[in-house]
């Protein structure tokens, strides 16, 4: 999947003239946390977070009252303050390609851009919403953790040996394991009873980690 089909589309932005008041007023208002800059032609200039309005404003120490401090911020342009060396991708970027710049970079979001223009934004709430949908949490069924050998076909197996006994898979998603000979093997599953889908994984796996009911 690509990031085009998660991305909030035309997400609220901020020219760089905008005052930091504003800026900080729409962030609360829309419940985000970080604003795109951009240009009359909706090219990219930069991004602003709530992080850097904390460090544009007076110290806790200040001797400045609320007035005052109101009033700085309300001079005070975005372009200032934003970030303007800013990581994006294109929507054609893939959700974990997304995540793993987001990681790496200690970042919380991404423009995308598109020939040259925004057209979206994904963030850390996005990627923790396909992460509920890829571990099928709102699902019920039985969840396992399991540990398996590193070995070519064993997921396929272990998926065949399930459907064989009348599991259906909700979600299937796969972990570095404890070293470079096994995974972890996180599987949900309904239609079939605790007892007979641990009998029926049990050849297939190292040791099984955990097993509920959700």
Known sequence: MQVLNRMTKNPV?????????????????EKIHRLPVVDKTGHLMGIITEKDIL????????????????????????????????????PDTPLEDAARIMADNNIGGLPIIEKGILVGIITESDLFRVFVELFGAREKGIRLTVLMPEKRGELAELSKAIADCGGDIVSFGNLLGENATNRYAIIKVQNISEEELVKTIQPYTERIVDVREI
Do not use: C, W
Not at 13 to 29: H, I, L
Not at 68 to 88: G, P, R
């Open 13 to 29: 932005s901020v020219s760089p003239q905008t005052p930091v008041s504003e800026a900080r007023n729409k962030m609360k208002r």
């Open 55 to 90: 460090y544009a404003s007076p110290s806790p120490a200040t001797s400045l009252d609320v007035f005052e401090i109101s009033n700085l911020l309300a001079h005070l342009e975005v372009h200032s303050v934003m970030t303007k060396d800013v990581i994006t991708i294109g």
